[in-house]
C-alpha cells in the first residue's frame, strides 16, 4: 500500500477537532445552565428554608410566614393524580401491547380481505378492528402528549367541572346548591393526570418491551393463559420499568401549573382541604401568585426563593427515585 | 469426506441406538398426523405431512434450515397459534383427541404436551418457583404437593444433587446446561403426556450436551419425545425414529437405523451424507 493512504488530510483533521469542539461546547452551555439555575435558587433558597417557612401558613398578604399549605396540597394532588393516571395508563399500555395485534392495522386488514371463503374470518375481522382500535389509540396518545399545558386545563374546567360537576350536583345537591360544579382536588387531579397519561403509557409500553418473548413462550407452553403470562411474567419483569415511568411522569405533572389554573388551585387559604371538594394551594401556583401578586417586591423574595426551592427539590426527589429504581433494573438484567 | 458410517459410529455414543425396530411391528401411535399443511399468511410452509409418533418412544426431526421442522413442531401443541396469520389445516391427533378441533382448549392442550426451547428461557424467579410455575397456575397450592413435585422433576431432569441445597437462588445463576435442564424439569412438573424439544441442545457445549442426551433417553420410558435437532449425530444417538423434512415436505420416515443405514430416498441420503445442508 501508498502511505498516503493511511496519513489523514490535514484538513480532514482540522474539521475532525471543530466538530469535536463544538459537540463539547454545548455540553458545557447545558450543564453551565444548570449549574447557574440550581446554584442561584440553592444559595437564596435554602437560607429562607426555615421549619417555620414548611410548618406555618402565610401571613401579611403573602410577605410573611411559610408555604405549608402549598406543600400540604401539592403532595395531595399529586397522590389523586397518581391514583387516576397510573392504573389508566398501564391498563392502557398493557392492552396495546399485549393484546391488539403486533403485525399492525394494515396488514392485518390485509389478511382479512383475502380471507374470504375461509374458516375463521370472523377471527380476522376482531383481529383487524383490534388493529384499527390500537392505532387509533396510539395516535391519540401521540396527540395528547402534544398538547400544550394551558389547554387541559381550560378542557378540565369545560369537562370536567362544567359538565361533569354541574351534572351531578343537579342530579344531587338541592336547587342553587354549588358542590361538584367548582374548582376541586379532585378536578384539578383528573386534569393532571391527562397531562400525565401520555408519559405513563409510553414509558410503560417501552418497560413491557424488554420483556423477552422467549418468557411468554415459556409461560403459555407450561398451559397458562395469556392473562396469567402477564400477571406472572410479564408484570413482575417490568415492574420497576413501569415504576420509573410513572414516577418520572407525576414528577413532571407535579411542577405543571397551567392545568390547575382554572381548576381548583387557590391564591390563599388559610385552612388546609379536607376533601375533594375542596380547593387547595400548590407550590408551582404559589410561585406564579408570590412573582406576580405580591404587594412588597423586596419583602416577597425570600419567600419566592424558599418556595422554588422545595418545589425543585420534590421534583428532584421524584426524579432521583426514578432514577434509582431504573439504574437497580439494568444493573439486574445486566447480571 | 463423511460416510453414513461415521454418523452411527463416532466418539462412543453416550446412549445406544435403539434396536432395529423397522423390524417389529411398531408401538401404538400416540400422534397422528394425516394431511397437515400449514400457512404463514398465504405462504404455505407444511405440504401434506403425514406420520404417526409412536408412544414412548424419541422421534427425531431433522433436515436443512427453514424446512419446516420446527413449525411441525410447534404445531403439535399450537404454539402457532400466538404467530400473526398463522393456521393450520389437516389432522394432528394425540391420543385420538384433534388437536385443531374447535372444541379443543389449547390452554388444556399445552399442559398435556410440553416444550422445551433452543434458547433455555428460565424465568427470572427463584429455581423452586421455576418448576413450581405450572402447579401454580394449575391452582395447586398445597406446599407439601408443590416441595414433592418440585423435587421429583427435578431428579427426573437429573438437576437435583446440583441445585438442592440452593432451591431459591435465582435460575438465572446457574450454568446454560443447568437452565436447559431446569427448563426440562419445569415442563415436566405439569406431568405432560408428550415433550416437545426445538433443538434443545444447540447452544450448549458437548459435556452439556451429552448430559442432554443421556437425559432425553431416561425420559422417553415415560414420555412420548419429539425432537427437532441440526445434529445429525445427536439424532442417531438418541432417537428411535427420525423423520426428514426438507422444503416443507417429510421426505422419509422410518426407523432411525434405517433411516442413516439404508434411506430409501436419495434426498435423505444426500444430505445424512453432508452432501447439502
Not at chain 1, 360537576?165 to 379532585?186: F, H, K, N, Y
Request: aromatic share 8%; proline share 5%; hydrophobic share 45%.
Amino acid at each position: 500500500m501508498p502511505a498516503p493512504a493511511v496519513m489523514t488530510a490535514p484538513n480532514k483533521r482540522i474539521g475532525d477537532k471543530i466538530a469535536v469542539a463544538l459537540l463539547g461546547l454545548s455540553v458545557v452551555i447545558i450543564i453551565a445552565i444548570l449549574v447557574v439555575i440550581i446554584a442561584n435558587i440553592a444559595y437564596h433558597g435554602a437560607a429562607a428554608v426555615t421549619w417555620e417557612f414548611i410548618t406555618q401558613a402565610p401571613r401579611q398578604g403573602l410577605t410573611a410566614g411559610g408555604i405549608m399549605p402549598a406543600i400540604v396540597g401539592t403532595a395531595a394532588l399529586v397522590i389523586l393524580m397518581s391514583i387516576a393516571a397510573v392504573p389508566l395508563g398501564v391498563a392502557t399500555a398493557i392492552y396495546l401491547h399485549e393484546y391488539t395485534p403486533a403485525e399492525g392495522l394494515s396488514l392485518a386488514w390485509k389478511r382479512f380481505r383475502v380471507s374470504k371463503g375461509r374458516p375463521g374470518r370472523r377471527r380476522l375481522f376482531f383481529r383487524a378492528m383490534s388493529a384499527l382500535l390500537a392505532t387509533v389509540t396510539r395516535s391519540a396518545v401521540a396527540n395528547l402528549a402534544g398538547v400544550p399545558s394551558i389547554v387541559f386545563g381550560l378542557f378540565g374546567l369545560g369537562f370536567f367541572i362544567q359538565f361533569i360537576g354541574r351534572s351531578i350536583d343537579r342530579a344531587t345537591q338541592p336547587p342553587g346548591e354549588v358542590l361538584w360544579g367548582q374548582g376541586s382536588l379532585l378536578w384539578a387531579a383528573c386534569t393532571l393526570a391527562l397531562l400525565t397519561l401520555p408519559t405513563v403509557i409510553v414509558a410503560t409500553e417501552e418497560a413491557l418491551r424488554t420483556v423477552p418473548h422467549d418468557l411468554r413462550e415459556a409461560s403459555l407452553a407450561l398451559g397458562a393463559t395469556q392473562w396469567e403470562t402477564i400477571r406472572r411474567v410479564v408484570l413482575p419483569g417490568s415492574l420497576s420499568g413501569i415504576m420509573t415511568g410513572a414516577i418520572l411522569g407525576i414528577s413532571r405533572g407535579a411542577g405543571e401549573v397551567a392545568p390547575i389554573l382554572f381548576t381548583g388551585a387557590a391564591y390563599y387559604l388559610p385552612f388546609l382541604p379536607g376533601d375533594v371538594t375542596d380547593q387547595f394551594m400548590h407550590l408551582g401556583y404559589h410561585v406564579l401568585i408570590l412573582s406576580t401578586q405580591s404587594p412588597d417586591v423586596e419583602a416577597t423574595k425570600p419567600l419566592l426563593y424558599g418556595t422554588v426551592f422545595v418545589l425543585l427539590a420534590l421534583t428532584f426527589l421524584l426524579n432521583l427515585a426514578g432514577v434509582i429504581i431504573r439504574s437497580r433494573t439494568r444493573s439486574r438484567s445486566h447480571r | 469426506m463423511t460416510t453414513t458410517m461415521d454418523y452411527v459410529s463416532t466418539s462412543a455414543p453416550a446412549v445406544q441406538l435403539s434396536p432395529r425396530a423397522s423390524d417389529v411391528t411398531p408401538p401404538p401411535a400416540k400422534i397422528e398426523v394425516r394431511n397437515f399443511n400449514f400457512f404463514y399468511g398465504e405462504t404455505k410452509v407444511l405440504h401434506g405431512i403425514e406420520l404417526d409418533i409412536p408412544e414412548k418412544q424419541v422421534t427425531a426431526l431433522i433436515g436443512p434450515s427453514g424446512c419446516g421442522k420446527s413449525t411441525f413442531l410447534r404445531s403439535i401443541n399450537r404454539m402457532n397459534d400466538i404467530i400473526a396469520g398463522a393456521r393450520g389445516e389437516g389432522l394432528i391427533s394425540i391420543g385420538s383427541q384433534d388437536v385443531y378441533a374447535p372444541s379443543v382448549d389449547v390452554v388444556a392442550l399445552r399442559r398435556r404436551v410440553g416444550m422445551v426451547f433452543q434458547k433455555s428461557n428460565p424465568f427470572p424467579k427463584s429455581i423452586f418457583e421455576n418448576i413450581a410455575y405450572g402447579m401454580r397456575i394449575g391452582g395447586i397450592k398445597d406446599r407439601r404437593v408443590l416441595d414433592e413435585t418440585v423435587e421429583r422433576s427435578l431428579r427426573r431432569a437429573a438437576l437435583w444433587d446440583e441445585v438442592k441445597d440452593r432451591l431459591n437462588a435465582s435460575a438465572l445463576a446457574l450454568s446454560g446446561g443447568q437452565q436447559q435442564r431446569l427448563c426440562i424439569a419445569r415442563a415436566l412438573a405439569v406431568d405432560p403426556e408428550v415433550l416437545l424439544m426445538d433443538e434443545p441442545a444447540s447452544a450448549l457445549d458437548p459435556i452439556a450436551t451429552q448430559k442432554i442426551e443421556e437425559l432425553v433417553y431416561e425420559l422417553k420410558t415415560n414420555y412420548t419425545i419429539v425432537i427437532v435437532t441440526h445434529n445429525m449425530q445427536q439424532a442417531a444417538r438418541v432417537s428411535d425414529r427420525t423423520a426428514f423434512f426438507m422444503l416443507g415436505k417429510l421426505v422419509e420416515y422410518d426407523v432411525t437405523k434405517t433411516i442413516f443405514m439404508n434411506p430409501t430416498q436419495k434426498l435423505t441420503e444426500d444430505y445424512i451424507t453432508g452432501r447439502f445442508g
